[in-house]
């Protein structure tokens, strides 16, 4: 931490911040400059010491932290890219993860046949939206832990892990007992009882980034999973708010390049909640496998007419063949692969 003094600051207010550093047991480096003194604060702890305790002090300027605000996220603490495994699943390895299936499990049938449909053409984990974090409450809910089972039916028939999001801390032992993957929603994504109940369990992990947050918040948010003991943590990028309305939510490409610069962990993108129109999702999935996303989630649903919710933005069963088909084809482009689902 680096606190720099104000011009004109006097010895004593110097000496206040000397003995501060004391107080909190932190050696200090005083550079003296022309005009004004910098002292460096110096502990390997000093995360945990509020950069405010300093800044509040007379003649303090600004004070400025040198080490990442997220720890076991960060790369300082894990050199290797870390691959998450799910079953025979593995998120972060040379051959890219594709998880697909709909937005929200509506029926026995619908999720069967989109499991059946999406397995087929090589999505290696299905999603299904079981608890349905909606906008409006007059919308659809989800069919809650029935949907859970059906994931379970869907997963003894097809051979391939399942995920699906947990939105309430008292559900998350349950859904942990059946599910391979628990899902942090965007709108959780500092909900911080929610990631320390899911991190528990001990099971991976997908966070979703937040409407609104920042890189630096989301790997903070998965501090919370990883100190919490979870079983792996799977970033993935969904779009973000900005003043753009023609899309969804505005895909952050860079987020990727940022997340594999900062952290060990491995990063998937989820192109349909982005695109919001299906008609869009290709150009966002490969753009993501393109830019070294670990992997995708796609929604698909075999009527989106009929889908009880984000219908415009799923890929008919077809339309998802053909994508796995170019997503192929960029993969190898940049030296990777695409994984099987189990037994193929
Ligand atoms: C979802 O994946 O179904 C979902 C609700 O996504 P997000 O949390 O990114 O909005
Ligand atoms: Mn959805």
Redesign the pocket.
Known sequence: MIVEMRVGATQEQLDAVIERAGQYGFDVQLNVGTDKFVVAILGSDTGRCPTENFAVLPGVQSVTRIMRPFKLASHEFRQEPTVVRAGPVEVGGDNLAIIAGP??IESREQLLETAEAVVSEGACML?G?AF??RTSPFSFQGMGMEGVDLLCEARAKFGVPVVS?VTDAHYVDRMAEHLDVL?I????MQNYVLLRAAGETGKPCIL?RG?SATVTEWLQAADYLLAAGTGGVIL?E?GIRTFETSTRFTLDVAAIGVVKRESHLPVIV?P??AAGHYELVPTLALAAVAAGADGL?I?VHPHPEDALS?GLQSLTPRSFAQLMAQIESVAHAIGRGVQRPSGQ
């Open positions: 937005c929200s999603r939206g349905k974090p999001e899902q929603g965007a709108r959780n979703k409407l993935c969904r989820d349909s909640h989630m929604e984000d």
